[in-house]
């Protein structure tokens, strides 16, 4: 190679020769055809390497791309549709709530009838008992003063006040 180079050198300061020009014609084209095969070649490859390397890398993206949007659509609709059951639920409990507070308020009203009812029962019982303790009281009297009246004959007058002091005794004893 140092030859050529010499030779290239020479040829310069001498003009052109058409052997000359061929001969570097010649190198070039050998330089051209090693270049291909031992630079060219490995760089193309290494080029193809990346690009197929960018393209698996775009199709990775995209993909996740596509499953990250298909994931999203998913808990969107499953968020939905816990909303939508949440509501179910709280309808139901709204209407079972509805349902126990009228049940509760029929039973307070059966309770509160029953109450009345054994309330009045009892009001009458004792009305009764003291309709028969008057009565009881008002023969006792009777008797009583049938018996005094018997045992002195009295005046108009007499029998007045005798009356008169009974009543008050009754008046008393309530």
Do not use: C
Not at 140 to 145: A, K, M, R, Y
């Amino acid at each position: 190679m140092q030859s050529l180079a010499g030779m290239l050198v020479l040829g310069a300061g001498a003009g052109f020769q058409p052997g000359d020009i061929l001969y570097q014609l010649f190198i070039f084209l050998i330089l051209l055809a090693l270049l291909r095969k031992f630079a060219w070649g490995p760089f193309i490859d290494v080029m193809k390497e990346r690009e197929d390397h960018i393209a698996n890398e775009i199709d990775t993206a995209e993909k996740n791309r596509t499953d990250a949007e298909r994931m999203s659509k998913e808990a969107q609709e499953d968020l939905k549709k816990t909303r939508q059951e949440a509501h179910q639920i709280i309808e139901e409990a709204r209407k079972t709530a509805k349902t126990q507070e009228q049940d509760i308020i029929a039973a307070a009203r059966v309770e509160s009838d029953r109450m009345k009812d054994a309330a009045r029962q009892e009001i009458e019982t004792e009305k009764d008992k003291a309709i028969q303790a008057l009565q009881d009281q008002v023969a006792t009297l009777s008797v009583q003063i049938a018996s005094k009246v018997i045992e002195k004959e009295l005046s108009d007058q007499d029998q007045q006040q005798l009356i008169n002091d009974y009543m008050k005794e009754l008046g008393e004893e309530r």
